[in-house]
């Protein structure tokens, strides 16, 4: 999930297993999300994004999941492999607004 | 390939010194931005541009300047000002205000001795 600090919320898993990656948005507003992967030394790539107006989407082994009630995205891997070691962060982005916002992220780890 | 091109990848700075990171990119993408990032952190916004020869504070402008004389540039420079430099830098780019999805360089390292 989001963390305020020195040091990101971190999750281990074994090779094969389904990873869930949490995010807490603190914008009502916040009309469209993006997940994106961070490999070490490396810039942000996209992943997945979702609208306001779903509440689920799903790619290639990845799923992400929408609750505005509670305002929480979460990000699912499947059957997770050491290649998907890396930090995961959302974005949230207002309606009519380009005023992104991101989470500090999520350390992924995959142990084989 | 089209993309975002940042460079150095690695620079040392004596305090005191004004330095300037590079961006270029081949995407013809009107839009373009500066984050830093720090550990424990989510991004911050140091600038953006939304078309040539004009471009915007955002949350963390202090101590950094730009310039955006070509569309496919979009240098960082990071003054003396700034009082806590070392971060990474990232660089990126939309097509457009509205186009929510950023496409980002590989990252500045600036590190202050």
């Known amino acids: 999930g989001e963390s305020v600090g020195l040091h990101l919320p971190t999750l281990s898993v074994q090779e094969g297993d389904n990873s869930i990656i949490n995010c807490a948005y603190s914008n009502s507003a916040s009309d469209y999300f993006i997940w994106y992967k961070q490999e070490s030394g490396k810039g942000p790539q996209f992943i997945i994004d979702i609208r306001s107006n779903m509440d689920k989407r799903q790619g290639q082994r990845v799923t992400v999941l929408l609750n505005k009630t509670v305002k929480h995205l979460s990000l699912q891997i499947a059957a997770t492999q050491p290649g998907d070691s890396a930090v995961y962060f959302c974005?949230?982005?207002?309606?009519?607004?380009?005023?992104?916002?991101f989470g500090a992220g999520t350390r992924l780890t995959v142990k084989p | 390939d089209g993309g975002i091109t940042q460079s150095p990848k690695y620079l040392f700075r004596k305090e005191g010194q004004n330095v300037t990171l590079s961006c270029e990119q081949n995407l013809n993408h009107d839009a373009m931005y500066w984050y830093r990032q720090d550990p424990g952190q989510g991004l911050r916004l140091i600038y953006y541009?939304?078309?040539?020869?004009?471009?915007q504070k955002g949350d963390i402008a202090e101590g950094y300047s730009v310039s955006r004389e070509k569309k496919e540039s979009f240098p960082l420079t990071v003054t003396s000002a700034q009082k806590n430099p070392t971060a990474f830098y990232l660089c990126a780019s939309t097509r457009g205000a509205g186009a929510n999805v950023l496409t980002f360089g590989a990252g500045s390292r600036l590190t202050v001795l």
């Open positions: 541009s939304q078309i040539v020869n004009d471009f």
């Open positions: 974005a949230e982005i207002p309606v009519n607004n380009n005023d992104m916002r």
